[in-house]
């Protein structure tokens, strides 16, 4: 009895150190997951890490590279007319058509800040022609503002016969009023039409 017991406790001893030596050994992932020519030897990703690859924007997560890309599509489209990433004040159909109205006329607008140097110039010049040339200005700048509100009017007929009774004019009379006073060179966005074209 007392030899089998000695066996046994000799036994379990034994089979205890081997347990312990085989989990303290470390695991060579090659050896249990060996490399084999033509597999592509990588886990195959799951399909949820595929889809957030494709989601990602292609600026990153940095968002003044984002501020960036922005601007220059905008600048873009205040020089080549894209409504996709022109701001709002220059978006939709109604502001790209009243745009090529002004553009293609001449306004008295266009010749007051022109007109308003040339007096400053001569106001120090010439200060005895200073006050001619004040009184030439605001007589220029009230013609000028008849001008725009008739053309105004004018215009506003024709958007409602483009498109429709029912279209929002909110802003727009402001919007071509401004237009009409800036130099040709200056508008942006730039004009899309030639002086003199016909705008239907």
């Known amino acids: ?26 695991v060579d992932a ?26 990602k924007p292609l600026v990153g997560n940095d968002p003044k590279a984002s501020r960036r890309a922005e601007a220059e599509r905008r600048r873009e489209a205040m020089l080549t007319g894209d409504d996709r990433h022109l701001p709002e004040r220059d978006k939709g159909p109604v502001r790209r058509y009243v745009r090529d109205v002004v553009d293609a006329r001449w306004s008295l607008g266009e010749l007051v800040l022109p007109l308003m140097i040339l007096v400053l110039l ?28 008739v053309l105004w ?10 498109f429709g009774p029912d279209t929002p004019l909110r802003g727009v009379a402001l919007y071509l009023v401004t237009r009409t006073f800036q130099l040709r060179r200056l508008r942006m966005p730039r004009p899309m039409v030639e002086r003199g074209a016909a705008v239907d």
């Open 30 to 55: 090659d050896a249990a997951h060996p490399r084999r020519e033509g597999a592509k030897n990588r886990p195959t990703p799951k399909r949820r890490e595929q889809e957030a690859k494709r989601r």
């Open 153 to 162: 009017f004018r215009t506003k007929r024709r958007i409602l016969t483009r």
């Open 1 to 26: 009895m007392l030899g089998r017991r000695k066996t046994e406790k000799s036994g379990s001893t034994g089979a205890t150190a081997a347990g312990r030596a085989r989990t303290a050994a470390p």
């Open 122 to 149: 001569f106001s120090v010049i010439a200060r005895g022609w200073a006050t001619y040339g004040y009184l030439l200005t605001y007589g220029l700048l009230v013609v000028a503002i008849i001008d725009a509100i």
